[in-house]
């Protein structure tokens, strides 16, 4: 699934009258660039979730996903109610199957196809990316033992590494109960954080690190900008 709702207040005014999602990235809109990451990835059928005054440009840009190799369905998340929110609408699309999410406005280089069969492989339990940032008290905070990951911290004051967890997630047939055991955070809102640490607590998640380009595009107009900037060189270059 493609989490692609959301009001994006920080990039106002361009998102005004339209869904972040819907920016152009150098030569096309910023939501192309998760479906390619899914279709690299060996994913064939995916659900797009987004709010309902911008659904229908997404039907009109998208259409069936024929364009991207894949077979799109629509999802509406009527409020703000969160990312693990957002993902608990996939419960009839999803079925008993394990399911790969991409916030719709991350972009990265790494082809996730050898990271999905890992996935596909494992007994159960849950995946998250990380990458090394410079500003990691910006993003969810990821601490590591060895190759276990025994905390996920968002936005904290005091980092206790580097590590940041990216928009990229994997997730086994458990998360549909702990959805159900999850409560509001203080905005209101079921946090991704607060579902990922479940899966921490049960020693039942792992972390992979992404190697090549990513940016999360929609946190500010510099992202953004600096998505614009660097995806035009790694397009002209044939990177992504």
């Known amino acids: 699934m493609v989490l692609a709702g959301g009001k994006a207040t920080r990039l106002r005014p361009l998102t005004k009258v339209t869904n972040k999602h819907l920016l152009p990235i150098y ?3 910023l939501i192309y660039y998760p479906l390619q990451a899914m279709a690299r990835a060996g994913v064939q059928d995916v659900l797009v979730i987004t709010n309902p005054e911008h659904a229908g440009h997404f039907i009109q840009l998208l259409g069936s996903g024929r364009e991207f190799g894949l077979k799109l369905a629509y999802e509406l998340q009527e409020e703000a109610g969160g990312l693990a929110q957002a993902v608990s609408l996939a419960a009839s699309f999803v079925g008993n199957d394990r399911m790969l999410v991409l916030l719709g406005d991350n972009i990265f280089t790494d082809d996730l196809r050898p990271a999905v069969e890992r996935f596909t492989a494992q007994a ?11 500003h990691p008290e910006q993003y969810g905070v990821i601490e590591m033992r060895g190759e276990r990951v025994i905390g996920i ?5 005091a980092p206790r590494s580097n590590l940041v967890q990216t928009g990229i997630y994997m997730y086994d047939t458990e998360v549909w109960s702990h959805l159900q055991g999850l409560e509001p955070s203080a905005r209101g809102e079921l ?3 607060d579902l990922n640490n479940i899966y921490v607590t049960a020693g039942t998640m792992r972390c992979e690190t992404l190697e090549g380009y990513w940016i999360d595009a929609g946190t500010s107009h510099d992202e953004l900008l600096a998505a614009n900037v ?5 397009r002209r270059q044939g990177e992504i």
């Open 124 to 134: 159960s339990g849950a995946v998250i990316f990380g990458v090394e940032t410079a």
């Open 230 to 234: 660097e995806v035009a060189r790694l």
């Open 27 to 29: 030569d096309r809109p």
């Open 153 to 157: 911290e968002e936005k904290p004051s």
């Open 191 to 193: 946090e991704i954080t």
